[in-house]
């Protein structure tokens, strides 16, 4: 089965990771060297982008490739503690012991 390049799709799987990892439009698009116009674009399937970019790309929102282009998960558990943990080295340090007794608390109310 050969595969599609869907511009759309691609831009909603950048925007949601860009989103998860709290990266503001504007920390993207210096990150990759473009404007933050650019990026939009990207995001709402209006422009394409070169491997470079897309490399860039992928480099800052942490996805492979594959998971950014076709969408296939490389292990869903482990993106989801990296996205957890790039959450976590945003944060001051009072900000992640109080985000760990958050966690400890609803740990313990759902058991």
């Not at 909603?12 to 210096?30: F, H, N, P």
Request: aromatic share 4%; with cysteine; proline share 2%.
């Amino acid at each position: 089965m050969m595969s599609v390049y869907d511009r759309k799709k691609v831009g909603q799987r950048i925007r949601k990771q860009r989103e998860a990892l709290d990266i503001s439009r504007e920390q993207m698009a210096e990150y990759i060297g473009r404007v933050p116009r650019f990026c939009a674009d990207i995001e709402r399937g209006q422009a394409g982008m070169s491997i470079e970019t897309m490399l860039r790309i992928c480099t800052l929102l942490k996805l492979s490739p594959n998971e950014l282009l076709l969408e296939q998960e490389t292990n869903s558990k482990s993106n989801d503690t990296e996205l957890i943990l790039a959450a976590l080295n945003q944060c001051t340090e009072k900000q992640r012991n109080d985000a760990l007794a958050l966690l400890r608390l609803f740990l313990a109310a759902i058991r």
